[in-house]
């Protein structure tokens, strides 16, 4: 095909959505023209289109612009693959602008750059991104971001997951009927009043909807009035119905507070997508196509391309830009090469009057510099937090049978079984031998969701070592006495304790639920195998084995703990010819398991005390690090000046792009 980009003259269709049902032919003429005025930029003047001009007000609202921005991606060794193209777009309050194209297109990578939330140290990012006309990061409280997944607390109903987050998210100078009063409010608004107080639901109940599930989502966000909302994939996974009850409750909220909205969507239906105000359409990471909704099927009619009557416009785009199935198009199935019709639409788009305004519009929101955002003030203090988090992980740890009721069953069935299998064994020195919607969103700190989670789960997992223990321990036969047994709780308590602060020690650092499990069993693997139980501590390998691992492992603490508690004090017959005729537990302790006998039971149980706070401290300390040092190392490790010379050639000046203008 030809690079020059021809224009014809065509005379579109109405389509259904756009169109009046009283249609005259001199309304068609005045849509030809308007056509040619607005695409072809050869006839007439922007001024026919008043809806696409902006009026700024001062103080009101998130103009949030965006210009020459690109997103690279490091491929190591073999180069960098651009992401995003030379973008150029704006959001204004009170409207709500899509973002779609065919899958892998740069929509969520563009939420994301908008967002603030490209952290990889691989993406290199250029252009400038300005909110109200400045440089400035979007602060707590400002804006929100809604994932594509549904992070919530499926044990709790809607009242209690709204008003929780409200308590983590608004300031201590708010009173808890003042907070109360804002969830219920933000409840209402979503249309959820009926649904208060109904559980979430999850696995083992059932629950809200998926359409209610992502307004629960949406609620949590909007607890904060943010001025400007990120919602990624709001309809995914829901019907035409949900879909459309979704955003329509989102447009009446934009509208009614003047708020930003910008949402990527993969498909909307043709309800969904009339709601929208601005339409960002992206291939392969280009611009094809920036503007109002309405105007977006004249690019496509003067093209060549128009939407077929009573078809979804967004489905016509989407499918005429989609170049995934160019094999088939090969194969005689089609008649057009869908790279060839995207450079067209591309260069029709970038010659129009369209994208003159856009700049034009871009340029004068830049220039409109002097009004910060508004603060929302901070979050709640980190003691409120720690509260705060401790009882919701409670009320969730109390209703979620799989937590902690059905741990509790198995280590009752394993004890009864241990307790019956060896049943009253008697004495013998041979035979005794269990976090991410709220983090990147800001709502707490993590010193707070620690502390939480550690108080709230202390109940459970003494509840879960003294029943089992105790079932273990008297069918058994150990020691009888009183203070043996509370020992012996205490020091399965804190094994237990030690094994969870190691696990989310491991889901700090992979993030994978099975590669997190697979990982933690075998760091738990390798210490148990040189805990001093299955080789004796003197005949292990001493380089890494005995040094340092036997003494890492808690393993080592346990068995000793357990051992000193049973056998000290006691005195057995002695087998051995030649020797005394008894022996004592001590004595056992030092010869035969090299049990290292210069300390207490009570320093083994210290010491296991000691590993659950260094664990938890690493599981904190990791966390703050890698929000930390991950934008130092995406600094550090942008790409070279070899590929950032690749980029400006390829890029167009934002001088350049306001001299244009």
């Known amino acids: ?10 005379t579109p269709g109405s389509s259904p959505e756009h169109s009046s049902q009283n249609h005259q032919p001199e309304a068609a003429e005045n849509d030809n023209l308007e056509i040619e005025s607005m695409v072809s930029g050869r006839v007439g003047s922007y001024d026919e289109a008043p809806s696409f001009r902006i009026e700024i007000e001062p103080g009101d609202g998130v103009f949030l612009t965006w210009a020459d921005l690109w997103v690279t991606v490091s491929k190591g060794r073999k180069g960098s693959r651009a992401i995003l193209q030379g973008l150029t777009g704006y959001a204004e309050p009170g409207k709500m602008l899509a973002i779609m194209g065919p899958s892998g297109c740069g929509k969520s990578t563009l939420l994301d750059t908008l967002a603030g939330r490209l952290l990889s140290s691989r993406i290199h990012q250029t252009g400038e991104i300005l909110v109200n006309g400045r440089k400035e990061t979007l602060a707590f409280g400002t804006s929100a971001y809604v994932t594509q997944d549904d992070a919530l607390v499926t044990t709790l109903t809607v009242r209690e997951a709204v008003f929780y987050s409200a308590q983590l998210q608004l300031p201590d100078s708010m009173s808890i009927s003042e907070k109360k009063e804002r969830a219920e409010m933000t409840i209402r608004e979503m249309g959820l009043q009926d649904s208060m107080d109904t559980r979430i639901g999850g696995w083992s109940t059932k629950g809200l909807s998926g359409g209610q599930k992502r307004r629960v989502s949406i609620c949590i966000e909007l607890l904060t009035w943010p001025k400007l909302l990120f919602l990624d994939e709001p309809t995914s996974g829901l019907d035409s119905a949900a879909s459309y009850h979704v955003m329509n409750r989102i447009v009446k909220l934009a509208h009614q507070h003047r708020r930003t909205v910008i949402a990527s969507i993969h498909q909307p239906s043709s309800e969904v997508f009339e709601l929208f105000h601005n339409l960002y359409l992206l291939s392969s990471g280009k611009t094809v196509y920036f503007g109002p909704i309405s105007m977006a099927e004249m690019l496509f009619a003067i093209n060549g391309f128009p939407c077929p009557p009573l078809k979804n416009p967004s489905d016509h785009y989407l499918k005429t830009i989609n170049k995934d199935f160019d094999e088939d198009i090969e194969q005689g199935i089609g008649t057009n090469n869908t790279e060839e019709i995207i450079n067209t639409l591309v260069k029709s788009y970038k010659s129009s009057e369209i994208w003159k305004q856009v700049h034009h519009n871009v340029l004068k929101i830049s220039q409109q ?33 799989g937590y902690y009721v059905l741990r509790f069953v198995m280590y009752c069935a394993l004890c009864l ?23 990147l969103n800001g709502h707490y700190e993590v010193g707070a969701f620690v502390i939480g989670n550690t108080i709230s789960s202390i109940p459970y997992l003494f509840l879960i070592s003294l029943i089992p223990g105790a079932l273990a321990y008297y069918l058994v036969g150990l020691q009888k006495n009183f203070g043996h047994f509370v020992y012996f709780v205490l020091l399965l308590f804190s094994s237990m304790t030690v094994v969870e602060s190691i696990m989310m020690t491991v889901a700090s650092i992979v993030p994978n639920y099975l590669m997190g499990i697979i990982t933690g069993a075998g760091i738990q693997g390798i210490m148990l195998l040189n805990g001093g139980f299955f080789r004796l501590p003197n005949d292990l390998p001493y380089p890494i084995w005995k040094y340092p691992v036997y003494y890492i492992a808690f393993h080592t603490y346990t068995n000793q703990g357990f051992y000193k508690n049973e056998y000290e004090g006691l005195s057995f017959n002695n087998d051995r010819a030649g020797g005394p005729p008894t022996i004592s537990g001590d004595e056992v302790l030092r010869n035969y398991w090299q049990v290292d006998m210069g300390y207490s039971k009570w320093v083994d149980l210290a010491i296991l005390v000691s590993m659950v706070v260094i664990y938890r401290f690493m599981f904190w300390g990791i966390i703050i690090s890698a929000e930390k040092v991950k934008p130092i190392l995406k600094y550090y490790m942008s790409v070279s000046p070899k590929q950032s010379s690749l980029i400006l050639e390829n890029s167009t000046p934002i001088s350049s792009q306001q001299e244009m203008v």
Request: net charge positive.
């Open 1 to 10: 095909m030809d690079s020059s980009v021809i224009v014809p003259t065509w």
């Open 417 to 439: 079984c241990i307790g019956t299998i060896f049943h009253d064994i008697g004495y013998s020195y041979n035979s005794i031998q269990i976090f991410g919607r709220e983090r």
């Open 369 to 401: 510099k002097g009004w910060p955002l508004e603060s929302k003030g901070s979050q709640a203090s980190f003691i409120t937090q720690s509260i705060v988090l401790t009882k919701r992980s409670f009320i969730n740890m109390y209703r979620d049978f």
